[in-house]
Protein backbone atom coordinates (compact mmCIF):
# COMPACT_ATOMS: atom_id res chain seq x y z
CA UNK A 1 0.00 0.00 0.00
CA UNK A 2 1.15 3.15 -0.82
CA UNK A 3 1.70 6.26 1.30
CA UNK A 4 -1.15 9.18 0.51
CA UNK A 5 1.08 12.33 -0.47
CA UNK A 6 0.31 15.33 0.40
CA UNK A 7 0.95 19.16 -0.21
CA UNK A 8 -0.75 22.86 1.17
CA UNK A 9 -3.36 25.03 -0.96
CA UNK A 10 -4.18 27.95 0.99
CA UNK A 11 -2.99 26.21 4.15
CA UNK A 12 -5.53 22.97 3.29
CA UNK A 13 -3.62 19.81 3.17
CA UNK A 14 -4.35 18.12 -0.59
CA UNK A 15 -3.33 15.08 -1.58
CA UNK A 16 -1.64 13.98 -4.96
CA UNK A 17 -0.68 10.91 -6.83
CA UNK A 18 2.65 11.08 -8.22
CA UNK A 19 3.99 12.16 -11.30
CA UNK A 20 0.83 15.19 -11.32
CA UNK A 21 1.40 18.42 -11.72
CA UNK A 22 -0.25 20.89 -9.01
CA UNK A 23 -3.12 21.78 -10.91
CA UNK A 24 -3.90 18.64 -12.22
CA UNK A 25 -3.67 17.85 -8.42
CA UNK A 26 -5.83 20.76 -7.21
CA UNK A 27 -8.53 19.68 -9.66
CA UNK A 28 -8.40 16.28 -9.01
CA UNK A 29 -9.63 17.90 -5.26
CA UNK A 30 -12.05 19.81 -7.00
CA UNK A 31 -10.37 22.87 -6.45
CA UNK A 32 -10.70 24.90 -10.13
CA UNK A 33 -10.47 28.43 -9.30
CA UNK A 34 -6.42 28.82 -8.50
CA UNK A 35 -7.26 32.44 -7.80
CA UNK A 36 -7.25 36.03 -9.72
CA UNK A 37 -4.59 37.53 -12.06
CA UNK A 38 -3.49 41.66 -11.95
CA UNK A 39 -6.95 41.83 -14.27
CA UNK A 40 -8.96 40.14 -11.71
CA UNK A 41 -10.19 37.07 -13.58
CA UNK A 42 -10.15 33.74 -12.23
CA UNK A 43 -7.42 31.42 -13.03
CA UNK A 44 -8.06 28.21 -13.50
CA UNK A 45 -6.55 25.06 -15.47
CA UNK A 46 -7.16 25.75 -18.96
CA UNK A 47 -4.47 24.60 -21.82
CA UNK A 48 -2.17 22.20 -19.65
CA UNK A 49 0.61 22.96 -21.82
CA UNK A 50 1.98 26.13 -20.04
CA UNK A 51 0.11 28.44 -23.14
CA UNK A 52 -2.48 30.74 -21.50
CA UNK A 53 -0.81 31.62 -18.33
CA UNK A 54 -4.59 31.12 -17.16
CA UNK A 55 -3.42 28.65 -14.07
CA UNK A 56 -0.56 31.08 -12.47
CA UNK A 57 0.32 30.66 -8.83
CA UNK A 58 2.63 30.71 -5.98
CA UNK A 59 4.71 27.52 -5.66
CA UNK A 60 7.41 27.75 -2.33
CA UNK A 61 7.03 31.80 -3.04
CA UNK A 62 7.24 32.01 -6.74
CA UNK A 63 4.83 32.72 -9.33
CA UNK A 64 4.76 29.42 -11.78
CA UNK A 65 1.98 27.82 -14.38
CA UNK A 66 0.41 24.88 -12.42
CA UNK A 67 -0.03 22.95 -15.31
CA UNK A 68 3.35 22.78 -16.01
CA UNK A 69 4.63 22.69 -12.11
CA UNK A 70 5.02 18.98 -10.54
CA UNK A 71 3.69 18.83 -7.18
CA UNK A 72 5.62 17.06 -4.18
CA UNK A 73 5.17 16.24 -0.84
CA UNK A 74 4.91 19.35 1.66
CA UNK A 75 4.90 21.89 -1.49
CA UNK A 76 3.72 24.86 -0.27
CA UNK A 77 1.26 26.59 -2.69
CA UNK A 78 -1.05 29.93 -2.71
CA UNK A 79 -3.12 31.82 -5.05
CA UNK A 80 -1.74 34.99 -6.53
CA UNK A 81 -1.92 38.19 -4.30
CA UNK A 82 -2.53 41.40 -6.41
CA UNK A 83 0.77 42.64 -8.27
CA UNK A 84 2.08 38.80 -7.94
CA UNK A 85 1.47 38.34 -12.36
S1 LIG B 1 -3.42 25.86 -17.94
FE1 LIG B 1 -2.61 27.09 -19.54
S2 LIG B 1 -0.67 27.71 -18.83
FE2 LIG B 1 -1.42 26.34 -17.32
Not at 36 to 56: E, H, M, P, V, W
Not at 73 to 83: F, K, R
Request: charged share 20%; hydrophobic share 40%; proline share 2%.
Amino acid sequence: MTAVRTFFWQGIEVPFRAGESVAAALSGANIHGFGKDNAGSQTRYFCGIGACQCCLVRVDGRTTEACLEPVHAGMIVTALEDGDA
